[in-house]
């Protein structure tokens, strides 16, 4: 009895292990079924090697979800991964996707960031639709890279380096046959002979005398330039003087010209009294003439009449004391007597 007992204990023992690990299994492996999130789906259109389900989706950094799986688009070409954003953040039409390498390890992740207004449309055009959302993906860095290196050795290549070559090589071939050409020897000895002639004028006495009087003219064009930099400061300190002087006495100032104004506008009526004074005085000396005239002529008929008096008065002198009776007068009578 006691082995039954003991037998049926392990058996139960065994039997309650396998179904405990059962249970874990399923529950591990459904657990994922449960869990909340958002799927959403993006497509690449180059190698994603490195990238596995499960695999890290960040936010500038940030991990928001996974990848739940990985897989070929619809159409053959492009290759489809399905993302699970498990922070409840959504992601709108201003997100794009891009893969980034983990390290060295070589494995990668999927990077979302939002794309700048200045950024164009890289994402690769779809020809089929989608079960979920669909978010904008670009190349990643790596691929830039080689498609930047694929564009410049396609540029090199179509470089015509044989007609380069063949084109330095005829340069210097003519540039041989010129060398060749040339007389070195006696454009050397020329050059020399030059040297020797320059040599022998810079020796000469009258060049150092020449030297020096270039050296006073200097120092005198300097001494020059001096004094007429002060001349200019002197100046400029005057016209400074003479503007802050108008600046404090604008009125008074303004009220001279406007005095001036004046004065110059009665002098020029002064000038035009002048000449109207000269013409009437002109008319006047001619009137004065007539009436001289005139007063010469009742002058000279006065020395007749007095000629004549005189002449009568020495004929009969006592006409002067006595001269003819008056009329006599009649009185008219007093009436304050009565």
């Not at 893969?99 to 890289?122: A, C, H």
């Not at 005085?281 to 007063?295: A, F, G, H, K, W």
């Amino acid at each position: 009895m006691a082995s039954r007992k003991a037998k049926f204990t392990v058996g139960l023992f065994v039997a309650g292990g396998l179904a405990i690990t059962v249970l874990a299994i399923v529950w591990l492996g459904m657990s994922r079924y449960f869990e909340k999130g958002r799927f959403y789906v993006t497509y690449f259109n180059e190698s994603v090697q490195g990238l596995q389900k499960d695999s890290p989706v960040k936010y500038r950094g940030v991990a928001i979800g996974r990848v739940e799986s990985i897989g070929v688009a619809p159409d053959s070409k492009l290759i489809q991964v399905i993302l699970k954003v498990e922070t409840g953040q959504k992601l709108d039409h201003s997100i794009v996707a891009q893969l980034k390498n983990v390290g060295i390890t070589g494995s990668m992740l999927v990077e979302l960031d939002r794309k700048k207004k200045e950024e164009p449309d890289q994402a690769p055009v779809l020809s089929f639709p989608s079960e979920y959302p669909i978010v904008a993906s670009k190349p990643s860095e790596i691929n830039r890279l080689l498609q930047g290196l694929d564009d410049v050795l396609k540029h090199f290549k179509s470089i015509d380096l044989k007609g380069i070559s063949d084109k330095l090589k005829l340069t210097l071939d003519n540039a041989n046959s010129m060398m060749v050409d040339a007389d070195i020897k006696g454009i050397s000895s020329k050059l020399q002979s030059s040297l020797g002639n320059a040599d022998r004028i810079l020796k000469d006495p009258k060049w150092e005398k020449i030297l020096n009087s270039v050296d006073h003219a200097a120092k005198s064009a300097n001494e020059l330039m001096k004094k007429a930099g002060n001349s200019l400061g002197k100046v400029d300190r005057t016209l400074v003087r003479m503007e802050g002087f108008i600046a404090e006495n604008e009125k008074p100032v303004s009220d001279a010209v406007m005095d001036l104004k004046k004065a110059m506008v009665n002098a020029n009526s002064l000038l035009e009294n002048g000449a109207a004074l000269i013409s009437n005085t002109d008319d006047t000396l001619n009137r004065l003439r007539v009436q001289l005239l005139i007063s010469a002529q009742n002058l000279e008929r006065a020395t007749e009449h007095l000629d004549r008096f005189l002449e009568v008065i020495a004929d009969s002198p006592s006409q002067l004391l006595f001269g003819e009776p008056s009329e006599p007068r009649m009185l008219k009578p007093d009436n304050r007597k009565q």
